[in-house]
Structures are given as structure tokens and as C-alpha cells.
């Protein structure tokens, strides 16, 4: 069982830049780095969106939204069990709840943490 708990959300202006953290547990480093690590988030009325996706193993493609491209960064370090969400140009519209997961055949979820753009 993989426990998953994100960090970083907080309010920040439109054109800021947040950092995610999502910290694992419950699994030893050879099998963290085994699992595809998502970003998602949700707004209130509207579908999850898959925000970015990076694999597992030795490949670790990266994959993003065509609404964040070239403005978020995901990226893991192994050794800490964590993955992170650099964002960076935020706008109004990435406001909303973001969830990580770690998915190896089962997919396994966080609590989420909230990200408001505002003025």
C-alpha cells in the first residue's frame, strides 16, 4: 500500500510559479522508481485533466497537457520517494485541486492540494 501526500498549493498571483511536492511512503526505493507518477487536477464543473505524467524505470517520459506544456516541469527523485510540479507562468485558469499518483497496476492517490491563481 503506497500512501501519497502532496504539498506546495497555496495562492498565488497570475505570472507566479508554485512548486508540488507529492512524498510516498509505504513502498522501498527500487519500487517507487517503478511507478508512473501523474499529476491531475480537478476544477469544480469540469473533467479531471491529466496535468503531467512522468514513467517509471529507467525511461521516465515525461508527458504533458497541451495547456501546460512549456510552463510545468514534473520531475522525481527516487532516492526521496517524492515527485515534484514546477509551475511556472501561472493563469487563472490552473486554479484547482492537484492530485498525484503513483500507478503500477493499481494506481494508488494523494489528498490533493489546493492551487488558486488569483489577483
Known amino acids: 500500500q503506497v500512501q501519497l501526500v502532496e504539498s506546495g498549493g497555496g495562492l498565488v498571483q497570475p505570472g507566479g510559479s508554485l512548486r508540488l511536492s507529492c512524498a510516498a511512503s509505504g513502498a522501498s526505493i527500487s519500487t517507487f522508481a517503478m511507478y508512473a507518477m501523474n499529476w491531475y487536477r480537478r476544477v469544480p464543473g469540469k473533467e479531471r485533466e491529466l496535468v503531467a505524467s512522468i514513467g517509471g524505470g529507467s525511461a521516465g517520459i515525461k508527458q504533458y497537457a497541451d495547456s501546460v506544456k512549456d510552463r510545468f516541469a514534473i520531475s522525481r527523485d527516487n532516492d526521496k520517494r517524492t515527485v515534484f510540479l514546477q509551475m511556472n507562468a501561472l493563469k487563472d485558469e490552473d486554479t484547482g485541486m492537484y492530485y498525484c499518483?503513483?500507478?503500477?497496476?493499481?494506481?494508488?492517490w494523494g489528498q490533493g492540494t489546493q492551487v488558486t491563481v488569483s489577483t
Open positions: 499518483s503513483a500507478k503500477w497496476g493499481i494506481e494508488y
